[in-house]
Antibody, heavy 120, light 107 residues
């Protein structure tokens, strides 16, 4: 059974940093692209970014609103993907979901999410 | 960026009703469209990919159709477990984008 478990959310002040983790199990982690998606309270879904697999050189993609502030990385030996968030703004407040993507690009499995609140 | 527009934003229906949700893309995305279901307090769940391919384990009352810029999700006979919010998502190009969601409520 595929499981994705996020951790690391919490309250952070504007301008601060936070690192989210996602522990994966139930599949061959190194074969798959991993994405982060967020959902502001009461709002819709926003894709944050993608980390491709080793076969695709671990290259990344980001939505414009986080480019230069957020970094997605992974550790295949730990079956984990990370979202480093710097220079956080109030509008980054959201539940952050870790997802496993299909090779064609759609979001296949979702974790339960972790809440990030940016507030003073 | 490719804009995804869903309609309606809210839909009131009864158990047993046939329900259709529409998703329009601002440019052609071929068949690179997925549908996800989200219940309150839960993570989204994949229902359909490549516009019309049903994910394993998803009931056959769900179906998807369309290509290019216009897509539909149909629930042939609404069940109590289907009251939820549905999102379309394009994966033709980056950034991946979602529709605003359609909340299916009990009438």
């Amino acid at each position: 059974e595929v499981q994705l478990v996020e951790s690391g959310g919490g309250l952070v002040q504007p301008g601060g940093s936070l690192r989210l983790s996602c522990a994966a199990s139930g599949f061959t982690f190194s074969d798959h692209y991993m994405d982060w998606v967020r959902q502001a309270p009461g709002k819709g879904l926003e894709w944050v970014g993608r980390n491709r697999n080793k076969a695709n050189s671990y290259t990344t993609e980001y939505v414009a609103s986080v480019k230069g502030r957020f970094t997605i990385s992974r550790d295949d030996s730990q079956n984990s993907v990370y979202l480093q968030m710097n220079s956080l703004k109030a509008e980054d407040t959201a539940v952050y979901y870790c997802t496993r993507s299909d090779s064609s690009g759609f979001l296949y499995y979702w974790g339960q999410g972790t809440l990030v609140t940016v507030s003073s | 960026d490719i804009q995804m527009t869903q309609s309606p934003s809210t839909l009131s229906a009864s158990v047993g009703d046939r329900v259709t949700i529409t998703c329009r893309a601002s440019q052609s995305i071929s068949s690179w469209l997925a549908w996800h279901q989200q219940k309150p307090g839960e993570a989204p769940k994949l229902l359909i990919y490549k516009a019309s391919s049903l994910e394993s384990g998803v009931p056959s009352r769900f179906s998807g159709s369309g290509s290019g810029t216009e897509f539909t999700l149909t629930i042939s006979s609404l069940r109590p477990d289907d009251f939820a919010t549905y999102f379309c998502q394009q994966y033709n190009d980056y950034p991946l984008t979602f529709g605003g969601g359609t909340k299916v409520e009990i009438k």
